[in-house]
């Protein structure tokens, strides 16, 4: 794990007093702030649809770059230099042989673990760091449905799908709320969130961060997961994440999931050297259902990350 690096404004950053309080009550604040106004570790993921580990990190590193293998990941690694911070100026991302993808990004496609055939739907797709990690998964084979809500958003995420050569893959424009009539055996929404979780490469979410906007954010996170059960298929599975820390988008959405509907049966799933915290189990007032405690927490602290939320659920057959 990369060594921690503080910002040299970190000093001068100013949490808001209903922010330290919240946090307080969820995790060690002391930790968890020293982490926040840290820099973020810089990570790679190799394209294996265009090339292979080896080959990769052998002309990488010629080039004066550390690799550090990320113990969860079998194709990524933290990558660095003395001199040099722009990862993305290197020959082999412009050519599609490496994707610069947050290391806890990375969770999320390992969960879903799609398969080569597989009919699989990426519901919040863009930029597509997941979707081409998906695809890499499928190796070419079967069907990915990448869909996102805002044209803008499309652009990048059409871009990456051609550089990461992508071929197996429709993009579709529309709100995910909407999407109807499928039978997916994967589905991953990677829903919009407060990105609570993403303070150490955004630190205007500090400034941004308002309580008041969880719930509305929450009953928009609800209804995309409700009509990604609907467009999945008996015994398919939806992982579910966010890049926020607020019981509200997570644990508390996946509760309401479990009292929502029939069938739901949540699934721990354990990486290798991923460290992991307890789900929070009840938060101001609201106690969530049993079966979140199988959900995956994952704070900045806990693996020099920006933090995450996981959950994989999966539809029961009835005979």
Partial sequence: MPELEIMPVADTIIFKPKFIERYSKLTNWEEFKKYNLAFLPRSIRVNTLKTNVAEVKKSIEAKGWKLEKIPWCKTGFWISHPERRDAG???EHKLGYVYIQEAASMIPPLFLDAKPGELVLDMCAAPGSKTTQIAAMMQGKG???????????IQSLGINLQR???????????????ISGLQCDKILVDAPCSGTGTIRKSLKTIRIWNPKMLKKISNQQKKLLLNAWKNLKPGGV????????????????????????????VEEVKLPGLKVAPAVMEFEGEKYD???????????????????????????KYN
């Fill in 143 to 153: 069907l990915l449905l990448a869909n996102d809500y805002r044209g803008q958003r």
């Fill in 290 to 316: 049993s079966e979140v405690a199988k959900t995956c927490r994952i704070w900045p602290q806990d693996n020099n990350t920006e933090g995450f939320f996981v959950a994989k659920l999966r539809k029961e």
């Fill in 89 to 91: 100026n290197l020959l």
């Fill in 164 to 178: 990461m050569g992508v071929i197996n893959c429709i993009v579709t424009l529309m709100n995910g709320e909407k």
């Fill in 238 to 265: 939806i992982v579910y994440s966010t890049c926020s820390l607020e019981p509200e988008e997570n644990e508390s959405v996946i509760s309401w999931l479990l009292s929502e509907v029939e069938g739901v049966s």
